[in-house]
């Protein structure tokens, strides 16, 4: 009897996306710290839909047009020329709800777009802000995936690493693994799930360092709790959209 089930594969980063067939997978882009937590809490909080771009003058070019919010980072610190960051806490309902924002990001709007020119059938954004939303819509799927780590300028980093483990030990029934890599996330997270934040203190994560140094650990402590912007952030004619919540287990 045939494995009739669907596959499950961990990218460590953008610069390995070529080595798997894209097309007929649905793509989740991870990017921890802290595109796509920003991503999944913009969202929950009301937003009407991101606009995510590749480059800081696209996205000041969007804001002229559109007369809409403009955010992003580049190495962690708001980019010059846009008028908000990276940072969670930047978009209360209050801010946010009913609006537009346009966000470009060192790595995370970089990997999306690189999946959506390889033929993926659909992108979503994963955080552990989300990860239940993203993790029912998979198990409700029943289509192949791709856990797409955005990394740090190509380098494979922990904490994307440690949400797509998260992401394996969740669904990993529902699913053929036949991937190190997934298996390597999913032996990880095992290790770091009990307090990921001192997990990635004690062995030296570099992002932890560099946000850290930008007075950030609010940020980061944030970014690491599951399911506080339950909220599943789907791509749509170049937009960013919160998609219906699959229920619980993809039943």
């Not at 990218?11 to 080595?19: D, G, Q, R, V």
């Not at 979503?124 to 819509?137: E, K, M, P, R």
């Not at 949400?163 to 290790?191: P, Q, T, W």
Request: net charge negative; charged share 20%; aromatic share 6%.
């Amino acid at each position: 009897m045939t494995n009739s089930k669907p596959t499950l594969y961990t990218c460590l980063s953008p610069a390995l996306l070529h080595l798997y067939d894209v097309r007929d997978c649905v793509v989740v882009v991870i990017d921890v710290l802290r595109a796509t937590s920003t991503m999944a809490t913009v969202l929950y909080n009301g937003a009407k839909e991101i606009i995510p771009v590749d480059s800081v003058e696209r996205c000041i070019q969007l804001g002229r047009e559109l007369a809409c919010i403009t955010a992003g980072e580049r190495d962690g610190q708001v980019a010059p020329g846009l008028q908000y960051g990276n940072s969670s806490f930047e978009y209360p309902r209050e801010f946010i709800a009913g609006k537009t924002l346009v966000l470009t990001t060192t790595n995370g709007t970089k990997l999306l777009h690189m999946a959506l020119a390889k033929g993926a059938t659909e992108i979503i954004t994963g955080a552990f802000l989300n990860l239940s939303a993203v993790c029912d819509h998979l198990v409700s799927l029943k289509k192949n995936v791709i856990l797409g780590c955005a990394a740090w300028k190509d380098k494979p980093n922990i904490e994307d690493t440690l949400f797509a483990g998260a992401v394996v030990s969740r669904i990993k029934e529902h699913f053929s693994v036949n991937c190190d890599a997934s298996h390597m996330a999913e032996c990880l997270y095992g290790l770091a799930k009990d307090d990921m934040y001192e997990f990635m203190k004690r062995n030296d994560a570099s992002h932890y360092h560099r946000l850290t140094n930008f007075g950030l650990e609010k940020d980061i402590r944030h970014c690491l709790t599951a399911d506080q912007a339950n909220v599943l952030p789907e791509y749509v004619d170049g937009k960013l959209v919160a998609g219906p919540l699959s229920p619980k287990g993809g039943t």
